[in-house]
């Protein structure tokens, strides 16, 4: 079974604080992917990496940067928290490309004030 | 870009009816991966079932969809909804390109009730 860990799994800021939210994976997969959830937009896409020391721009970027140190670990910076990215946040990992799956880690649930 | 549908936001079933979701997407290439993902409450996403062969049908724990790329639809059935069906579910589709990335649609949250 596949195993992605997420620390911490729920987390209260401020707003203009940073924040940065882990991934861990042990399925020895390449690609690793950064979610966020809201009610009325399901799941979108932040960054995702697939390769160690190189991230990429998801389709919502903006507040976010990323950082893969190691094919097992994928970080999420918020270097300015906002009230806006109060959301549940999922990492996910993958083999390589085109129609694999996707296994998900707990989530975390994070809430700006 | 990359879009997917899911018309019904909120469905209310009754134990023992016929379930079906619907999914349409919209993609400039030919040959998409789609996928249905289900998230029990206080859960992770989960893959469901997925496809990238048209017209035909694919199954899993109980639950069964087609491919149609004549109509570019996905649409997720189950012959008698149970009680432990409740869950939002996301029709998701992947181009098969480099990225691996998903683009999910925005759910359907299932509720069924005896």
């Known amino acids: 079974e596949a195993a992605v860990t997420q620390s911490p799994r729920s987390k209260v800021a401020v707003t203009g604080g940073k924040v940065t939210l882990s991934c861990h994976q042990t399925n020895n997969h390449d690609y690793m992917y950064w979610y966020r959830q809201d009610t009325g937009h399901g799941l979108r896409l932040i960054h995702y990496?697939?390769?160690?020391?190189?991230?990429e721009k998801g389709d919502i970027p903006d507040g976010y940067k990323a950082s893969r140190p190691s094919q097992e670990n994928f970080s999420l910076i918020l270097e300015l928290a906002s009230l806006s990215q109060t959301a549940v946040y999922f990492c996910?990992?993958?083999?390589?490309?085109?129609?694999?799956?996707?296994?998900f880690g707990p989530g975390t649930r994070l809430t700006v004030l | 870009g990359d879009s997917v549908t899911q018309t019904e936001g909120l469905v209310t079933l009754t134990e023992g009816l016929p379930v079906m979701l619907n999914c349409t997407y919209q993609?400039?290439?030919?040959?998409?991966?789609l996928f249905w993902y289900v998230q029990h409450l206080n859960e992770s996403p989960r893959l469901l079932l997925k496809?990238?062969?048209?017209?035909k049908r694919t199954e899993h724990q109980g639950f069964h969809a087609t491919l149609h790329k004549s109509s570019s639809s996905f649409h997720l059935q189950k012959s008698s909804a149970q009680l432990s069906d409740s869950a939002l579910y996301y029709c998701a589709l992947n181009t098969g390109g480099l990225s691996g990335k998903l683009t999910f649609g925005e759910g359907t949250q299932v509720t069924v009730i005896s």
């Open positions: 993609t400039i290439y030919s040959n998409p991966f």
């Open positions: 990496s697939y390769v160690a020391d190189s991230t």
């Open positions: 496809s990238f062969t048209d017209n």
């Open positions: 996910a990992s993958s083999l390589s490309w085109g129609g694999r799956e996707q296994y």
